[in-house]
């Protein structure tokens, strides 16, 4: 069964720092790009991040470009976020979500994850 | 980037009726490269629709996609009470990846 497992979310402070992890099983993790989606308390979706399935391309919204670093480990199947200096309106729950293929970053979101909660407050 | 406008914002509706959910594109979306996707409360989204009107693995047949260039639609045709939830559209042609505001489909 393809999955995706979020962790890593919580409670952050302003200007603080959070790593969100993504564990891929069940596909051949290294064959397809990952994007990152967030959603915040009753809105809509918003892109956030994407990356290539070498991990070499990697893409960002502009509001959280120079902040926010994607990587990925192949060997691991785990997708990261760095989110750094956060802001209270990074306050959402964040989505793992799998590429319908290589493509990145305007891609169709096949698989999504449960998605992992980050809440910026001081 | 491509802004897409989603109406209505709530349609409420009776079971066995036929719900029209629109998506308008500000620029044309080339390959149909359009997707629509059904959220419930409490869960991560889930594709329905891809290239405007490809059902994904799984979807029931009253779920349909159309549309091209910048006016697409997805249909219900016979609503069932399991489909209370918010639909969105995302368009996938170019950077950046952009979704609708939603739609929110209640069922009396």
């Known amino acids: 069964e393809v999955q995706l497992l979020e962790s890593g979310g919580g409670l952050g402070e302003p200007g603080g720092s959070l790593r969100l992890s993504c564990a891929a099983s069940?596909?051949?993790?290294?064959?397809?790009?990952m994007t990152w989606v967030r959603q915040a308390p009753g809105k809509a979706l918003e892109w956030v991040s994407g990356?290539?399935?070498?991990?070499?391309?990697?893409y960002y919204a502009d509001s959280v470009k120079g902040r926010f670093t994607i990587s990925r480990d192949n060997s691991k199947n785990t997708l990261y976020l760095q989110v750094n200096s956060l802001r209270v309106e990074d306050t959402a729950i964040y989505y793992c979500?799998?590429?319908?293929?290589?493509?990145?970053?305007?891609?169709?979101?096949?698989?999504w994850g449960q998605g992992t909660l980050v809440t910026v407050s001081s | 980037e491509i802004v897409l406008t989603q109406s209505p914002g709530t349609l409420s509706l009776s079971p066995g009726e036929r719900a029209t959910l629109s998506c308008r594109a500000s620029?044309?979306?080339?390959?149909?490269?359009l997707g629509w996707y059904q959220q419930k409360p409490g869960q991560a989204p889930r594709l329905l629709v891809y290239?405007?009107?490809l059902r994904a693995t799984g979807i029931p047949d009253r779920f349909s996609g159309s549309g091209s260039g910048t006016d697409f639609t997805l249909t219900i045709s016979r609503l069932e009470p399991e489909d209370s939830a918010v639909y969105y559209c995302q368009q996938y042609d170019r950077s950046p990846l952009t979704f609708g505001g939603g739609t929110k489909v209640e069922i009396k």
């Open positions: 990356i290539g399935n070498s991990g070499g391309d990697t």
């Open positions: 069940g596909f051949t993790f290294s064959n397809y790009a």
């Open positions: 620029q044309i979306v080339s390959y149909n490269y």
């Open positions: 979500t799998r590429g319908a293929g290589v493509r990145v970053p305007a891609a169709l979101l096949e698989v």
């Open positions: 290239g405007a009107s």
